[in-house]
């Protein structure tokens, strides 16, 4: 298996589990309630800044995965896997385990940063997806 694929996998299972500390949160708040019933914003207690940290970071994830995940499969399909396409993944998945607690941490620099690193890495990616997509 291609180690970009790898890096695939294991972007998926962190965005899979992204949800759980806003969640772990929002439980401890509202308690088992909160699981069972269907509120509103408005008729809950306001949630702590941390919980709109996760939910952001949560979302940034999702932005962020879509296109690297069509990157690597268009790699994938086009057989455009490299050197440099396995260290972007890599770059792509470590920025990520970065970004994920420095968001949640309120430490906008180092979250900045690392979302920077995934998005050229992204790019990086995607146009040697195109590259590869053109010759094959």
Known sequence: MAFEMLMLGFSTLLLTLSWVPGSVVKYRLYGANWLLKDESAETMAPVPDGV???????????????????????LAFTGG????????????????????????????????????????????????????LVSF
């Open 81 to 132: 896997f490299t050197p440099g396409t396995a260290l972007a993944s890599a770059v792509f998945l470590g920025a990520c385990l970065v970004q994920v607690p420095a968001a949640i941490s309120n430490l906008g620099a180092i979250r900045l940063l690392a979302w920077l690193g995934g998005f050229v890495a992204t790019l990086y990616l995607l146009f040697m997806a195109l590259v590869a």
């Open 52 to 74: 709109r940290r996760c939910a952001r970071m949560q979302a940034d994830l999702m932005r962020s995965y879509v296109p690297f995940a069509v990157a690597v499969l268009l």
